[in-house]
């Protein structure tokens, strides 16, 4: 366990996680039993080398894949339980996702990316620009709302990017290696934003990352190595 707290109090929870991968003849452990439990509230830095399974884990707990052995638990809920249909829309109503390469759309302004979940969704008009505006507001974008993504600095296609994953109010944010293509300085005020994120919305953020900048900002670090967790370390 990360921290003493009773289970229920929990929003993530990872008991025993294993993945495992075949390669040709060969089979390859991404995660090796793995335990994870993680409060509501909190930003949690998963950190570990290339190949420590942070990806891997993120996309367990996103619902994005499944382990070969274990459960992985949202609201103590087993994800295993549900269905891909069911995974779909717990993922579009309670989970946000970003990447490393931004994934934003070219063609598409910053307030039509950050407005593209809730088309999806077929949210009304009024509800989807004002969510929209709420969170462009967040990022600190509201002035670049008609440009397109090459017009933006890296940083900048970052923070659309987090405000995608605001906007239809998850309760969970995901972001896989969110500053691995952005210099030092930009990456602080990423790892700043999504602090600052966590302590006034209540959102919980989980960050999987090699970057060292990222124990300067969470609140609490887990470490991977070969798939399996060195330590669980509580951080001020």
């Not at 995608?164 to 700043?192: N, Q």
């Amino acid at each position: 366990m990360l921290i003493r707290h009773n289970v229920s109090d929990m929003l993530v929870r990872c008991v025993e996680v294993t993945r495992v991968y075949q390669v040709g003849a060969r089979r390859v452990a991404a995660l090796r039993g793995v335990d994870l439990a993680v409060p509501p509230g909190v930003f949690l830095a998963v950190t570990g080398r290339s190949g420590s399974g942070k990806t891997t884990l993120l996309n367990l707990i996103g619902g994005l894949d499944r382990p070969t052995t274990g459960t992985v638990y949202l609201d103590e809920k087993p994800l295993g339980a549900l269905s891909e249909q069911g995974l779909t829309q717990l993922r579009r109503r309670q989970i946000g996702f970003v990447f490393q390469s931004f994934a934003l759309l070219p063609t598409l302004s910053t307030f039509d990316n950050v407005a593209l979940p809730l088309r999806i969704a077929r949210t009304a008009g009024g509800e989807r620009d004002a969510r929209v505006w709420r969170c462009l507001e967040l990022v600190g974008l509201e002035e670049w709302a008609e440009h397109k993504p090459y017009e933006l600095s890296g940083g900048q296609q970052q923070r659309v990017a987090i405000a995608r994953a605001l906007v239809h109010d998850p309760r969970l944010i995901l972001a896989d290696e969110p500053t691995g293509e952005l210099d030092s300085e930009t990456a602080r005020r990423i790892f700043g934003l999504l602090r600052r994120l966590v302590a006034e919305s209540g959102v919980t953020v989980v960050v999987a990352s090699h970057d060292p900048l990222v124990n300067e900002y969470a609140t609490l670090v887990v470490a991977l190595r070969d798939g399996q967790s060195l330590d669980d370390r509580k951080r001020t």
